[in-house]
């Protein structure tokens, strides 16, 4: 059975004409992509909501939007915990993505379900952010001393951190690409636009860095089991920012500036094919100027095409699978240079041998 649901977002107000089998189908794309909640607020919006869905995705469905709103309790309690424990560290403490989407209360917020909370501070105030931390019980998981060296010498945050009861994790950045990548953005140019929220104590990235940020994590991302998710969020910054005239521009400046322009070109092209929806025609030219030159666009635009795809049985190929397979080589090596990837992924290759290789702890020996 074909793609069910990407064609869906592009149906504002259309109700879909699915009958038996499309709805299982439809259901399990929905699961696999964490899509399913927003599948849901977008029916119950349609002429009929909810109602008019048969009852056995009705109750999933249902089901889904009572774990959003249990997820949005828990993070806001999070967020208050986290303030507390880092009010002594200096500079503004910034949330991101998933997070920031809800504290803001933007659209992207709305039927979205994480497994982690990003917050970004200077480099400078990393350590004393972190020890603030683990005072209030984050504590970082990873105990092999390579993969500390690693994070803390080429990564843009540290190794994640888990809370020892709640067993919530953060992720604490400094900037929101590898210093190492082809891609990387100077944090302190982040952190001087980043805008307060209220009185929470929080900051967020400016609307035009919020979206760049969404644009160059999907654009290096190697795991794109949620990748149509992810699209979905730069549509809905864009949908929510673009309302203000002067927004565009301005996007289009700091993407220079910062040097994304690529990334945002590109997933603005996927934006456009999957929804239907064009930028601003005043803003084409200096957008047609991001563009990587025609093969390696080419080639991006067909990949990403692929590998969007929902990764259920009903619609994945082999096709997909391979695109997404080369999507996550691309990955590594935008992100690193040859010169340091290989011999990293040559001792993680060892460390996992030996790993495998060891006797499990009650093991004797013959």
Known sequence: MADLLTPFWAQPEQRPDWQGRAWETVMGQARRGRL?????????????????????????????????????????????????????????????????????????????????????????SLEQAESALLGGGWISQEREAYNQRYYRQWMHEIPPLEHVQRGTVLDLHHTISPPTSRFKVDGHALLARARPLGDSG?????????????AVHLYQEGELDHGMRDLLDLHELLQDFGKDPAFWPTLIARAEELSLGEPLSVLLTQRQRLLGIEPPADQAAPLKAFEPPWPRRQLMQGLLALALRPQHPDCDTWLSRCARRALYLRSHLIRMPLHLLVPHLVRKAWMARMSAAAPAPNEGTA
């Open 202 to 214: 929080f900051h967020v990235l400016a609307p035009e860095d919020m979206v760049l940020h969404s």
């Open 36 to 124: 399913m909640a927003r599948l849901a607020l977008k029916l119950s919006e349609m002429p009929g909501g909810l109602d008019a869905v048969p009852s056995p995705q009705r109750g999933f469905l249902q089901g889904a939007l009572r774990v959003v709103h249990r997820h949005r309790l828990d993070v806001l309690f999070e967020l208050d915990q986290m303030r507390r424990s880092m009010q002594g560290v200096p500079g503004p403490i910034v949330l991101l993505k998933g997070a920031a989407y809800l504290a803001a209360d933007l659209p992207a917020a709305r039927g979205r379900v994480f497994s982690d909370i990003d917050l970004m501070v200077a480099e400078g």
